[in-house]
């Protein structure tokens, strides 16, 4: 088949990082246009809007869509609504309504809607469901601590209502565990550290259950200097397992049994072309849900202002 | 067909004022059995515990849940595995993960579950919802705003975290406004304003839109003295429709087409034992998806302590 023709609106850092690569290696895409109001991608046809893109190149096939959450919905509307796939980055939306509206609209216009959680492609995660699905499951633990200043240096909209805070990144551990485990969480309590000058947690502390009563504790913080921690941590009656650097490495009882190269966003844009050449979509909504969740049943604390 | 035997869990003032006098006059029920740590129902079997009562009365078929939110899975896991059907009163969880739990556990186990909105059968709702879809639509106000002090005096749980705050009597304005716009509607922007001293907000400034840019504002306040108001407006090319009294009347151009009297419960219990027998279920999580939304994209704003 030839390659699907591919546009990518919100040209910033996660583009230059992840995406720009993973398109150039994969022979199913072919990167034929952006819209972005900074950003550009050398030798690509470039626009200021999404509408302006479109009606100036209509062989557009689909569209990845990577600006802030909080102004996806519209671009996702009007791509939709042109008939083009969507893939959105994680989070999907700014609302849990409005990525179900978006669900809605991609199988009225009879086009793929896929909502990426790239975590979840991690190389060690589907070895870590494996083992989690053949054992006794007794508690696990997630920790996932790292250095705001460094990994989101001045992002402005991050510190924003509907920006998530540390749910950006604590998403991936939702988007990792919801995958892994063998049954549905449900959040039981919550404490969110919100800093007295801004509009998102910079830290939050999460207390999950399932149906059998298995303990789930997610610990997120942006305050981590010196050694940063994206691990899951499982007792179970086949040993420890730790999942660790963000789903990279596995190893049961302090033995690596699971290491490969990652290749999330390659893996992520194999997923789109499956789904399009399939004829359907992939919007799973758990990890948004709990993040959801946990803003409408946790506990407040305030703490000391933050300053990039 | 003879009566579901029904039993209650969590007696409490609305169980006083609503479910009890519509149980007693509706021929598809009988009460036979109550659990609840203080309230009791005069010649009704009294259980300190729906385990102790379901142990203790075996014939039971259906159980109404009318606890604070907080506690409700817990309870709802217990009746669901025991094979009975569940009523839920509104809103339906803490939480959207755990009632999609329940959902899930309740079509396992062949039993009804029902998420109730009582607010939904409201004299005049249907009337408005057909008003609505027959012509255009320009804009939604909800003005939902009473005094906390007479409606929710000293109950503590309300204030707590995942108690809902405002929302518990705004999600009623929110099961009416998805039941009657035409088309789905999501969250752009919110206002939560908390109380110093409280873990849920006192009011709530909520602006919607749905895919066609209708927009719909969403006012509920708990500061309201004197006059009460529970009203929805629409501006529309057929003129502006006015549901007021909390869906009760509703008004054309300022002339009553509408005013029945209130028989929400009997509706409710009506509807439940409808579901009971078609062996389905109804669980509509619209309304408190929007709460979620409100509280995950809102800014959060600081005003004076409330003391009851």
């Known amino acids: 088949m030839p390659p699907t023709k591919l546009a990518i609106v919100g040209v910033g850092k996660i583009v230059r990082d992840q995406h720009l690569p993973a398109i150039a290696a994969d022979p199913d895409f072919e990167l034929i246009a952006t819209a972005s109001r900074h950003g550009t991608v050398d030798g690509i046809p470039a626009f200021k809007s999404i509408e302006e893109m479109l009606e100036s190149v209509p062989g557009i096939e689909a569209v990845s869509l990577c600006m802030p959450p909080q102004y996806r919905y519209q ?43 790239h975590s979840r492609y991690a190389p060690a995660v589907e070895a ?11 508690s696990v633990h997630v920790n ?26 604590g998403i991936n551990a939702l988007s990792i565990v919801t995958h892994v485990l063998p049954r549905a969480i449900f959040l039981t309590g919550a404490t969110l550290e919100f800093p007295e000058n801004r509009d998102a947690p910079i830290a939050a502390d999460l207390v999950f259950a399932d149906s059998t009563g298995l303990g789930v504790r997610a610990e997120f913080d942006w305050r981590q200097t010196g050694k940063q921690s994206w691990d899951i941590v499982a007792k179970t009656a086949a040993g420890e397992m730790v999942l660790s650097e963000g789903g990279a490495k596995l190893s049961i009882d302090g033995k690596i ?12 844009y194999h997923r789109f072309s499956e789904i399009v050449r399939a004829g359907t979509s992939d919007v799973d909504l758990a990890p948004l849900t709990h993040v959801a969740d946990a803003f409408m049943l946790g506990r407040r ?3 000391d202002a933050f300053y990039d």
């Open 75 to 117: 671009a996702a509307h009007v791509a939709l609504s042109a008939g083009k796939h969507v893939f959105l980055e994680k989070p999907p939306g700014a609302t849990l309504s409005e990525v179900q509206d978006l669900a809605r609209l991609a199988e009225a216009k009879g086009v793929s809607l896929f909502a990426s959680w």
């Open 128 to 138: 870590a469901r494996q083992f989690l699905a053949s054992t006794q499951i007794e």
């Open 144 to 169: 996932w601590k790292e250095d705001v200043r460094h990994w989101h240096p001045n992002q402005e909209w991050i510190w924003q209502a509907g920006g998530l805070g540390v749910f950006d990144p």
């Open 257 to 268: 049994v699971h290491e490969e190269p990652e290749r999330e966003y390659p893996s992520l």
């Open 301 to 303: 604390k305030f703490v």
